[in-house]
C-alpha cells in the first residue's frame, strides 16, 4: 500500500468531517484551499529537518554556555592579576574591554 501524501490526508480528513461528524459542510474548494495552506505552512521537507534543526540549536546553545563560562573565568583571572599589583596599578573594572564583557556576561538570554 503506497502513502498517502499530506495534502491527501489532509484532503481525506477534510472530506470525512465535512459528512457530518461535525456537523459541517465544506465545499471541496474551500477544502483544497485549507489544504494548500496546511502544505504552506508545513512542507514536508522542512517538518523533516526539524530534528536536524533542533540539534543544532543544542549545539549552538552548548557552545554559547560554554563560551559564558570561558569568558567568566578569563575575566576573573584578568581581574585578579590586575588587582594582584603584579602588573602595576590600575583600576581594570574602568577598561573598555572588562566593561563590555560584564555587559556581555549580564545580558538576559533571549
Known sequence: MTELSLYERCL???EDQSSGEWGAKIERSDAL????FIQALFPMERVKRIPELLEA?????????????????????????ANSGDCGNWDPEEEEEVIEARNALDAPWT
Do not use: P
Not at 33 to 36: E, I, M, R, S
Not at 64 to 71: G, K, M, Y
Open 57 to 81: 540549536n543544542n549545539r549552538y546553545l552548548l557552545r554559547a554556555r560554554q563560551s559564558e563560562q570561558a569568558l567568566k573565568k578569563l575575566l576573573e583571572m584578568y581581574i585578579a592579576m
Open 12 to 14: 481525506s480528513f477534510i
Open 33 to 36: 484551499k485549507l489544504v494548500a
